[in-house]
């Protein structure tokens, strides 16, 4: 039994964390050295062309699909669309968390101002409820 899970290989679904890219997937279609490899979007499903990346800029998924080293951009995009790596990938925790904070980060102060707004009313709310149900209780 080994103790790693995901490895560096033809297949690999990575998330971009650094870059122009960043916090995108692509797939890992072939491994130049023990610092790079060679990733695709594919560019036709999500923007990312194929290029050479270096593996401190990418962190590997549980996602794998089945194709060989330096395999062709449709055989890439039939794979990718097949098993719906992209549905798949949207139900993740990580892959909410990033669209999260990508929404944030796009709220104007306005919208800040009416989110902290109904956040007061909730635990004014909640606050209230508790409150009232600990009287019943006693």
Do not use: C
């Not at 194709?67 to 993740?92: C, P, V």
């Not at 980060?105 to 009416?114: E, G, I, P, Q, V």
């Amino acid at each position: 039994m080994s103790f790693f899970g995901r490895f560096v290989e033809a297949g690999r679904i990575v998330l971009i964390t650094f870059g122009k890219y960043a916090d995108k997937i692509a797939i890992i279609v072939d491994i130049l050295d023990q610092n790079r490899v060679l990733i695709d979007g594919p560019s036709t499903v999500n923007g990312i062309p194929r290029h050479v990346i270096s593996l401190k800029w990418v962190s590997l998924t549980n996602f794998k699909i089945d194709i060989k080293r330096g395999a062709k951009l449709g055989e890439i995009e039939k794979k990718f669309k097949e098993e719906k790596i992209e549905e798949q990938w949207s139900k993740t925790s990580l892959a909410k968390k990033l669209k999260l904070k990508d929404m944030r980060a796009k709220m104007t102060d306005f919208d800040r101002f009416k989110l902290g707004f109904a956040k007061s009313k909730r635990k004014a709310i909640l606050g209230a409820e508790i409150k009232r149900l600990m009287k019943e209780k006693k």
